[in-house]
């Protein structure tokens, strides 16, 4: 009797594990959940290690501790803690440092480490467990540290000033203003500017921005928040209209005194790309004209700002888009690499201070994504490049003697997910280029970080992620390809399909779209780069569809200037080809078809709901583009000219004219203080409804610019959801 009930307690027990598993299993999502705004969003992402180089020493910068990583095997070792630094630093709660998430090792043979607090930024020497060097900090915005001279650039109140590094700081500008602005990001951010103040290698001298866009016409934004509503001005070049001015200056710290380049009257030219010479004497920049058909890399002197010569021009009918500035070699301050995209792919070059082109060091039919680094001693680049696939990125080693490339990674996925501040990832590389932090992600990896030895190319994994899924109902992610509508070309996509799949049904399919330049949606990296919300739709029984249309990026200069003149009119066609795919699958009901996007993805939302008014259903746009020459001077102009120039493809595209041919439900949404896509785009295209008779639905985010943050995004993402269930789900065939 005893071992019968013991049988039976123990089937019982078995049945309820099974039974709970399998509930476990079926866990489902919220947008708390998958929503970068939500409460438990950063549970549900892979685990990461945050991590910089001291020279060769690889360093986990973590909120309490920094700790050594040892190459060969991953193993952490303590090197201080928080309560070390503080400790060291004297500070007290008032002023003591917070996190060492931002701690930098900036001498590769010193012991020191920089860190800051609200009101100083200081070196500690870790080994003599004291602090060597203070300067203040507060009121910094724009801060850009010089290691070498110890020297900071900063903005306060509009002008430009610089603190040495005993702490004696000097005003450089005394007109800046709203009209006039210093070191700061100019040309609205475009051609890979990110910053307005670049230091020269010795840390003496500083180049920077300035910018007069007292010409600019203000854009009249408004905030509410204030007892009586008051406006609060962005100066917006649009399309065809008058740009800002920008010019360059040179502030010498040694005898404080500022030089402007002569660079000649500045109106309609672009000035991007900014380096200095190894030896600190001549300034280099590419500069672009205003109908961006035209780049020239030209050198100035740094002592009086006079041109030295052109070293480069280069010429394309549609448009130049130099992104990159020119990189000397570290062994050789004679050459440096140039980045084009002539032959139809990004790739590198290198050259000669003279302006003589030695050769150029990659070739093919792929993108050169970015110049990492270099390896000092096999003489070396370390790119990450689409070589081995387009929907990749990967790691490689180019020799700059013999051109050989070498592959550092296991060629898979996308690698070296790791940033600085232009985007670049600079940080995986150590000092020498022998070793790379390679912060990883794969279809079916979250995560990975290995350290590879570019000299041996031994790979020694340091991280891996737990998969944060686990326990949840996951849908069925998977990428394929199909034909543009020019009959040759492979389009990437990726789809989404609900955990409980049954190709027996038929489910309603939303294309989550965003088309445009310089944007890649359908990436090899943890279920193929899928967005949350898309897990969110498809747990409610929807299939999603993401394509990567001509136009989009890292596929060469011409699938992406095949949109020229015309955006929207090709990639509407690529997408209906993703529709018609779509429509061959059994299990899609092609009478209930969404479509959805953001921005550039708002623009072909509504392009598609209102060229193509019979295929979607439902669309819901955010922050859309109605009219281009309601948009930016710079991205606009690349890519469509000026209204001026190109009345038709003006007219072909802008959809205030095709607001009668609406016919599903299409709901358009915006911040209503959006700098970006500024709201007379949503404001025309519905006044354009209203005369036409037709009845978009349309939703303000009061005081949120153009993408929404934090709670916002989520109460932002429910509404699009519900968008769709209200308008679209009904009920299965």
């Known amino acids: 009797m005893n071992r019968i009930s013991d049988i039976r307690i123990i089937a019982s027990f078995l049945i309820m594990f099974a039974f709970s598993t399998a509930m476990a299993q079926d866990k489902k999502f919220t947008l708390d959940d998958l929503n970068y705004g939500g409460n438990n969003y950063h549970n549900m992402t892979p685990k990461n290690r945050y991590a910089t180089w001291w020279g060769d020493i690889l360093v986990r910068t973590d909120a309490e501790e920094c700790m050594t990583v040892d190459k060969k095997n991953g193993k952490e070792t303590m090197l201080f803690s928080i309560d070390d630094i503080n400790k060291w630093a004297a500070t007290d709660e008032k002023t003591k440092i ?20 609200r009101a100083e930024r200081m070196l500690i020497d870790f080994k003599a467990k004291k602090v060597v060097w203070r300067q203040t900090c507060e009121n910094e915005t724009s801060a850009d540290w010089n290691e070498v001279s110890r020297n900071v650039a900063f903005v306060k109140d509009y002008n430009l000033y610089v603190t040495d590094d005993n702490g004696d700081t000097h005003q450089l500008t005394n007109d800046g203003s709203r009209d006039i602005v210093y070191g700061q990001s100019v040309h609205r951010d475009e051609f890979g500017i990110f910053k307005g103040t670049f230091w020269s290698n010795n840390g003496k001298n500083l180049a920077f921005y300035r910018m007069d866009q007292s010409m600019v016409a203000d854009y009249p934004l408004v905030n509410i928040d204030t007892r009586i509503a008051t406006e609060e001005p962005e ?180 690698h070296a997910n790791t940033y600085d501040n232009g985007g670049h990832r600079t940080p995986a590389v150590s000092n020498s280029g022998s070793y790379i932090m390679d912060n990883y992600t794969e279809p079916e990896v979250p995560r990975k970080i290995d350290i590879i030895n570019t000299n041996t190319a031994k790979v020694t994994n340091w991280f891996t992620a737990d998969n944060p899924w686990e326990g949840y109902a ?67 029984g929807y299939v999603l569809f993401i394509l990567d249309n001509r136009g989009s990026s890292d596929r060469g200069r011409d699938f992406e200037q095949a949109t020229f003149r015309k955006l929207g009119v090709e990639e509407m066609k690529d997408q209906i080809k993703g529709v018609e795919y779509l429509k061959s699958l059994n299990y899609i ?137 209200d308008y679209l789900k009904g009920k299965s065939e």
Not at 348 to 371: P, R
Not at 477 to 493: E, H, N, P
């Open 98 to 117: 917070r996190s060492l998430f931002g701690a930098k090792f900036p001498y590769s043979e010193k012991p020191l480490v920089l860190v800051r607090n």
């Open 474 to 540: 996951v849908p069925e992610f998977s990428c394929g390809t199909i034909k543009s509508v020019d009959g040759t070309t492979d389009l990437f996509y990726r789809m989404v399909k609900p955990a409980d799949f049954d190709n027996t049904k038929k489910y309603p399919a939303i294309v989550y779209v965003y088309g445009g330049p310089n944007v890649r949606n359908v990436e090899a990296r943890w279920n193929y780069w899928s967005r949350g919300w898309e897990t969110y739709m498809s747990q409610k």
């Open 235 to 414: 100066k917006y070049p649009m399309a065809g209209e008058t740009s800002h001015e920008v010019s360059i200056g040179i502030y010498n710290t040694v005898t404080k005194e500022t030089t402007y380049l002569e660079t000649g009257d500045p109106k309609d030219r672009y000035f991007t790309n900014i380096t200095w010479s190894p030896d600190n004497k001549t300034l280099y920049l590419i500069e672009v004209n205003r109908d961006q058909t035209d780049m020239s890399l030209d050198a100035y002197s740094a002592l009086t700002g006079k041109k030295i010569k052109s070293l480069y021009k280069e010429h394309h009918d549609k448009y130049v888009q130099p992104t990159t500035p020119i990189t000397f070699l570290p062994w050789d301050e004679n050459k440096f690499i140039l980045q084009s995209q002539r032959d139809g792919f990004n790739h590198l070059y290198l050259f000669d201070t003279e302006g003589n082109e030695i050769k150029q060091l990659t070739s093919g039919e792929w993108v050169v994504i970015d110049l990492m680094g270099f390896n000092l001693k096999n003489k070396s680049a370390i790119i990450l490049s689409t070589e081995a696939s387009p929907i990749q990125n990967n790691i490689y080693t180019v020799n700059i003697k013999t051109g050989k490339r070498t592959l550092m990674d296991n060629g898979k996925g996308c």
């Open 589 to 725: 009901d092609s009478t209930r078809l969404g479509v959805h996007g953001w921005s550039y993805g708002g623009f072909m939302t509504t392009s598609l709901m209102t060229t193509y008014p019979d295929v979607f259903k439902v669309g819901v746009a955010g922050g859309p583009v109605i009219d281009w020459k309601f948009y930016e001077v710079m991205y606009g102009e690349r890519y469509m000219d000026t209204p001026q120039n190109n009345p038709d493809g003006y007219k072909q595209t802008s959809l205030i004219n095709k607001a009668k041919n609406l016919k599903g439900k299409l709901q358009i949404i915006t911040g209503m203080n959006d700098p970006v896509v500024v709201p007379q785009h949503c404001l025309s295209f519905i006044k354009a409804c209203i005369e036409a008779g037709t009845q978009p639905d349309f939703f303000v985010y009061p005081g949120e610019p153009h993408n929404m943050r934090g709670k916002q995004s989520v109460h932002l993402h429910e509404r699009i959801t519900q968008y769709f269930e």
